[in-house]
């Protein structure tokens, strides 16, 4: 297994769209595993694909508090949503930075796991916010895009200046 590098926001690679997965083989497996160290290590609770830069629909969460049950979703979609939840949200790829998101409260997703086996699942709470936030990366939207483009510039500098200060 390996730890990936993770896209930081503004990087143009988290907007592309990423395409289904047609292959369960392999390589697939040995992906959702690297993805899976590489939240674990960051440590985050969710990651889609796009944002170690692969561009295929495939994302891992695991939203439990002691970190014991990894999900897997393989071409991931939204089926319908309920509701309304207002919370604030992070995400890896915009380190430090936390900011209030409107999302369905609850929904439903089909997916497939990594033999390619379908299944539905209806969500709530955290889970289901992590699912809309990762499947947003799969189709190139980055939370901090659902504020004010005053918050987004605002959000830029502070992480270009964070880079500086790293570099
Ligand atoms: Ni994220």
């Known amino acids: 297994m390996a730890?990936?590098?993770i896209l930081r926001y503004p990087d143009p690679r988290l907007s592309i769209v990423?395409?289904?997965v047609e292959t369960f083989d392999e390589e697939l497996a040995r992906l959702a595993a690297?993805?899976?160290?590489?939240?674990?290590a960051a440590p985050g609770i969710g990651l889609a694909a796009?944002?170690?830069?692969?561009?295929?629909?495939?994302?891992v969460l695991d939203v439990s508090e002691d970190k014991s049950a990894l999900q897997v979703f393989?071409?991931?979609?939204?089926?319908?949503?309920?509701g309304e939840h207002v919370g604030e949200e992070g995400?890896?790829?915009?380190?430090?930075?936390?900011?209030t998101v409107r999302r369905a409260a609850r929904i439903r997703v089909r997916a497939q796991d990594l033999?390619?086996?379908?299944?539905?699942?209806e969500a709530e709470g955290l889970l289901a916010i992590c699912l809309q936030h990762e499947i947003d990366h799969l189709d190139g939207k980055v939370f901090v895009e659902y504020l004010s483009r005053l918050k987004q510039t605002r959000i830029k500098a502070k992480l270009a200046k964070q880079a500086r200060l790293a570099a």
Do not use: W
């Not at 690297?34 to 674990?40: C, F, L, R, V």
């Not at 796009?50 to 994302?59: A, D």
């Not at 995400?91 to 900011?99: A, K, N």
């Not at 033999?115 to 699942?121: D, L, Q, S």
């Open 3 to 5: 730890l990936l590098p």
């Open 50 to 59: 796009t944002q170690v830069n692969v561009h295929r629909r495939l994302l």
């Open 74 to 82: 393989v071409n991931p979609e939204i089926l319908g949503r309920e």
């Open 34 to 40: 690297d993805m899976a160290e590489t939240m674990y």
């Open 91 to 99: 995400c890896l790829s915009v380190p430090g930075i936390y900011e």
């Open 18 to 20: 990423a395409k289904p």
């Open 115 to 121: 033999r390619g086996n379908p299944f539905e699942i």
